[in-house]
């Protein structure tokens, strides 16, 4: 029996009470360790903890973090070709157009830097098959690393009190399973010393967040776990971050790092951070402003090119990084007119024309937009769901309008923004059991799967996340929330 069905098998077990016992212990040990958001009005909201457990094989999740650091590294590559042949300013243009000013200039001044990546997060969705495929990739505040250790300790501790097992062996489960804030700890003070950092002993840590950054639970938790690991972490805002003498100095300690956890579209770039963020290497800040990596046109252009002897030769693809994007990257490919290659590999006369045909099977994607906003599912469209009306606020149209597939992909084509066409990776809700105040009750629920990965310096992260929703379009927030993602092993142990 799987470490699954074992723990559905305990719950079935357990009287109604006992239940209700384990789900608000499990939620309020989550929520005191930071899985909250906070919304703009101030208020702090719980993130949904799911308590039925994501198991996962130890090698599974390397295969899969694997393959998220090779199609990184293969975006890089990618990146190099782009930002050295002057043919490309046309498409450069359409993928980078809509950059702030200073995206735009860290673009310029920091696309070389990526070996200074301390940590990425590629999402993945896993299909009917058992395949990840990778959806999107999160370069600039790869998040959930926080939130994912907070769920996951607090599921195998809620767990094993419930058991009657003692703190110790909790600790001792919790340790084996890993912790997602001690990789990115472990990568931050590499890349550190490959800068010139000074190796072992407490290091000062900033972490430069906006003033009411939503995920202030999770930068909370980071700062309470690197300071039991013996260092001095703290919570900065770009105002009080200044250049002194040609140090940074934040809110008058003067870091030996800074972790960057504020979008550059938010900064105003004529501050002392902003002008900080596009000299990394001179500040040690991590990670540099990589916008231009989570470009959804970016991995449209690395599919087609993976596919392609003579594209994968001259941006200088090997082997491996090929085929984990023919594994791991569903068939993508910039919206526009003309001539490519298919799904199955059979040749397209005109992408626009067979985009129109094959609505069903198709997402249709803006190419640089975040949380879901500019992704349609174009079965959703055909079948007259919800979706219609997210279509019709793009496209500026009454609410009595009829909106569909045909509509979309005429505005996708005029835009002045890329969009990217992807093909739709067919996906089944689980049973699974979510937490609010009233307790826990089952709900059928879409999941991914998120790895993190980093580039340059060992040691590599390895672990991941589950996100969890009702929707296809994943959303924690949006009926959704996050589960605990344990090792097969520990589950097992745990439920000894």
């Known amino acids: 029996m799987s470490a699954r069905e074992r723990f559905d098998a305990l719950w079935d077990t357990l009287t109604t009470e006992q239940q209700a016992l384990l789900a608000r212990d499990y939620a309020a040990r989550a929520r005191a360790d930071g899985a909250f958001v906070v919304l703009a009005d101030a208020r702090q909201v719980t993130i949904p903890p799911i308590l039925t457990p994501a198991a996962i094989e130890r090698t599974r999740m390397r295969e899969v973090s694997q393959q998220a650091h090779l199609i990184t590294r293969a975006l890089t590559k990618l990146t190099v070709d782009l930002m050295e042949d002057p043919s490309r300013a046309p498409l450069k243009q359409r993928l980078f157009g809509a950059f702030t000013p200073l995206e735009a200039e860290a673009l310029g001044a920091t696309w070389r830097k990526s070996e200074q990546l301390v940590m990425v997060r590629v999402d993945f969705l896993v299909d009917t098959a058992g395949r990840a495929r990778a959806l999107e990739v999160n370069s600039t505040i790869p998040a959930m690393q926080g939130y994912s250790d907070a769920v996951a300790a607090a599921f195998i501790r809620a767990v094993s009190a419930a058991r009657a097992r003692p703190e110790a062996f909790a600790d001792a489960l919790v340790d084996d399973n890993g912790r997602n804030s001690d990789d990115l700890l472990e990568s931050l003070l590499a890349h550190h010393r490959r800068l010139g950092g000074r190796d072992g002993g407490a290091q000062s840590i900033a972490i430069v967040a906006r003033s009411g950054d939503a995920q202030y639970g999770e930068l909370r938790h980071y700062v309470r776990r690197w300071e039991a690991l013996g260092h001095r972490a703290f919570i900065a805002t770009p105002e009080v971050v200044r250049i002194e003498d040609g140090r940074a100095v934040a809110d008058g300690v003067i870091p030996d790092l800074i972790y960057r956890h504020v979008f550059a579209r938010r900064l105003d770039p004529a501050s002392d951070f902003a002008r900080i963020c596009l000299q990394p290497e001179h500040f040690h800040l991590f990670n540099p402003i990589s916008s231009h990596l989570e470009v959804k046109g970016m991995l449209g252009l690395l599919s087609a090119a993976a596919a392609d002897e003579g594209d994968a030769a001259r941006i200088g693809l090997d082997g491996d990084e090929r085929l984990a994007v023919a594994a791991a990257v569903p068939w993508t490919r910039l919206l526009q007119h003309g001539a490519t290659s298919g ?154």
């Open 343 to 496: 799904p199955g590999g059979e040749r397209i006369d005109d992408l626009a024309g067979w985009v129109r045909a094959h609505g069903r099977a198709l997402v249709l994607k803006r190419s640089w937009d975040y949380g879901g906003k500019g992704v349609f599912l174009g079965n959703e469209l055909t079948d007259g769901a919800a979706t219609e009306a997210r279509l019709r606020a793009l496209l500026g149209r009454a609410p009595a309008d009829v909106v569909g597939w045909d509509a979309l992909v005429d505005f996708a084509l005029a835009d002045h923004d890329a969009w990217v066409v992807q093909e739709l990776v067919p996906a089944l809700p689980e049973r699974m059991l979510r937490v609010d105040d009233a307790g826990a009750a089952p709900h059928d629920l879409y999941t991914d799967l998120s790895a993190f990965t980093n580039l340059g310096e060992a040691p590599r992260p390895s672990g991941g996340a589950v996100r969890a929703s009702e929707s296809r379009i994943v959303n924690i927030l949006g009926g959704g929330g996050l589960a605990p993602l344990v090792r097969e092993d520990v589950l097992q142990r745990l439920l000894d």
